[in-house]
């Protein structure tokens, strides 16, 4: 039966652990051991860095953040290690840990129902996290309490604001589609107003960007009193939208979505600061399956780096993670060209 010659990669996925994978290398002993997951120097480009590759325990997946900038599940990590294809990494597996080929070939070709049979949990999202996770995490804030929608608008905003047009580089199609504009009076008055969506597409709050250079006293950016940052993301309301494929880019600030944006990259979201607070990390989860990519793209300056290491290691648990790295310092998404956005989209399809 020329049946035989197939080999059932997720039923070989299911049945070895990137653990006993780590193991038959003799690498196991050089991984630190974490919650959920293991790290160490990446084996595949043969890094030295002890943090630079992680596997998570749970999902059986693995990721370096270093050279390779990607990450896989185990027979990725076979034909990565080998040089191979995936047909021969399995064929491998199998060999090495003395599989049942019979039984991994037997589930071929029964088609989806075996799929669900022998996936590993990692399309199960584990359970939502508790509210005290929440709260400890998010400085303390009661976990629940979502952001009000406004019952207004802001209207009248002056959009063709130079500003925006000439100091921000916006085109007055992007300053419209995002629905920002120069606020004239109000609480938001002589400021760049940015209305801020919950992930339903409603207006939480407006966020005003002083329009220029702040002074000493003069903050960069005013939120509405009780308006909870850290429950947005900027953008997500839009970028769940696009294609399920496209990897998702998580970018600092409000200018730098909307940048990446008008230069085509639609599937942004702004965390409105360096950190990714539990509720943003959620967000993203319930958004994200462990197929997915999570492409993290921080300004190059110190908080960038601190931040985005931090966040590539909590959205590994569920999805793929690359972390973008800008060659000269304190280069900030915004600042990249349309050409330079279109070469970076070509690299992340
Ligand atoms: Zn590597």
Redesign the pocket.
């Known amino acids: 039966m020329a049946k035989t010659a197939f080999v059932d990669f997720k039923a070989v996925k299911a049945a070895i652990t990137m653990e006993q994978v780590l193991q038959h290398y003799g690498l196991l002993e050089k991984f630190k051991r974490g919650a959920d997951c293991l790290n160490g120097p990446?084996p595949?480009?043969k890094?030295s860095n002890p943090t630079?590759?992680r596997v998570s325990i749970s999902k059986n997946i693995w990721n370096?953040f270093?050279?390779?900038k990607h990450g896989g599940n185990v027979l990725d990590f076979i034909a990565e290690m080998e040089k191979c294809s995936i047909h021969a990494a399995a064929l491998k597996a199998i060999a090495w840990f003395k599989l049942d080929p019979e039984a991994m070939a037997a589930s071929d070709g029964k088609g989806e129902p075996a799929e669900s049979d022998v996936r590993p949990p990692v399309a199960k999202p584990a359970a939502k996290p508790a509210a005290n996770e929440e709260s400890s995490e998010d400085g303390g804030r009661p976990q629940g309490l979502p952001n009000t929608p406004l019952k207004f608008r802001l209207d009248k905003l002056e959009r063709s604001h130079p500003y925006l047009l000439e100091q921000r580089g916006l085109t007055l199609e992007t300053i419209v589609d995002f629905g920002i504009g120069f606020c004239s009076k109000g609480m938001m008055a002589d400021r760049i107003a940015i209305p801020i969506h919950n992930a339903k597409g409603e207006v939480v709050a407006y966020a005003g960007r002083f329009p220029g250079d702040a002074g000493e006293d003069t903050p960069k950016y005013k939120l509405p009193p009780g308006f909870r940052k850290s429950q947005e993301l900027f953008n997500i309301d839009r970028a769940v939208k696009e294609p399920a494929d496209l990897s998702l880019i998580i970018v600092e600030g409000f200018f730098d979505a909307m940048k990446l944006h008008q230069h085509g990259c639609r599937k942004v979201v702004a965390l409105m600061g360096s950190t990714l607070s539990a509720a943003q990390e959620e967000l993203i989860r319930q958004h994200t399956n462990s197929q997915n990519h999570v492409i993290v793209m921080l300004d190059e300056n110190d908080a960038g780096k601190a931040g985005r290491e931090d966040i590539a290691c909590r959205l590994s648990k569920f999805c793929f993670v690359r972390v973008h790295q800008f060659e000269q310092p304190d280069m900030e998404p915004e600042h990249l060209t349309a050409e330079e956005v279109q070469q970076l989209m070509e690299g992340i399809r």
């Open positions: 990446c595949i480009h890094g630079q590759f370096c270093s050279e390779c």
